[in-house]
């Protein structure tokens, strides 16, 4: 059974700094895309950042870029996202999700729909 556990949430002050990590456990998948998606309070879930298995190509949400840091340890079957510069709009439940495509796209394009593996999520609050 593939489980993804999330960790690293919690209250920080607007400009302060989070690392959130997603352990992988259950799965034997060689191609895949894993990341972030985010849902903040009566807001559709968006995609935030992701990397590929194959390439370790990473993908940022525009809200992202030039703050958050997308990274992965296979040794560990971890995923990092290093979140500094938080703002309040960054407050949400940060899920960690991933996809059997070995592509961005669902990520790009918000398709949360079809992802084939969903963490429980850890909160985000940024006060201001």
């Known amino acids: 059974e593939v489980q993804l556990v999330e960790s690293g949430g919690g209250l920080v002050q607007a400009g302060g700094s989070l690392r959130l990590s997603c352990v992988a456990s259950?799965?034997?998948?060689?191609?895949?895309?894993i990341g972030w998606f985010r849902q903040a309070p009566g807001k559709e879930r968006e995609g935030v950042s992701c990397?590929?298995?194959?390439?370790?190509?990473?993908y940022y949400a525009d809200s992202a870029k030039g703050r958050f840091t997308i990274s992965s340890d296979n040794a560990k079957n971890t995923v990092y996202l290093q979140m500094n510069g938080l703002k309040p709009e960054d407050r949400a439940v940060y899920y960690c999700?991933?996809?059997?495509?070995?592509?961005?796209?669902?990520?790009?394009?918000?398709?949360?729909?079809?992802?084939?593996?969903w963490g429980k999520g850890t909160l985000v609050t940024v006060s201001s």
């Open positions: 999700a991933l996809d059997s495509s070995s592509t961005s796209w669902k990520f790009r394009a918000n398709y949360y729909y079809d992802m084939n593996y």
């Open positions: 259950g799965f034997i998948l060689e191609r895949y895309t």
């Open positions: 990397i590929s298995s194959i390439d370790g190509h990473t």
